[in-house]
């Protein structure tokens, strides 16, 4: 099993910048798929990012394309999400999820952390 925390949410500006970190325990780490999904007041949660467990393949929405980067550091047993250029629509609380290499089930979540842009 692995045990996920999040840090780094908070209330920025539009066309600011965040980074979201979430803190992995155990030592298989590097064997899980990471990802990030959020969910916005009233909606359903929804997929943001992924990497997978080499850190090689990553896969985004098409709604943070180009402003967010998923990473993962291993050594810290760390996985990143820089989210730049934010946008109001962006504000949610965001998960950070673990996952066996190409699953779909995300077995593995943490607790989310509130981002919040303003207009």
């Known amino acids: 099993q692995v045990q996920l925390g999040e840090s780094g949410g908070g209330l920025v500006q539009a066309g600011g910048s965040l980074r979201l970190s979430c803190a992995a325990s155990g030592r298989t780490f590097s064997s899980y798929d990471m990802g990030w999904f959020r969910q916005a007041p009233g909606k359903e949660r929804e997929f943001v990012a992924r990497i997978s467990w080499s850190g090689t393949i990553t896969y985004y929405a098409d709604s943070v394309k180009g402003r967010f980067t998923i990473s993962r550091y291993g050594a810290r047993n760390t996985v990143y999400l820089q989210m730049n250029s934010l946008k109001p629509e962006d504000t949610a609380v965001y998960y950070c999820?673990?996952?066996?290499?190409?699953?779909?089930?995300?077995?593995?979540w943490g607790q989310g952390t509130q981002v919040t842009v303003s207009s």
């Open positions: 999820a673990a996952d066996h290499p190409g699953g779909t089930t995300w077995p593995y």
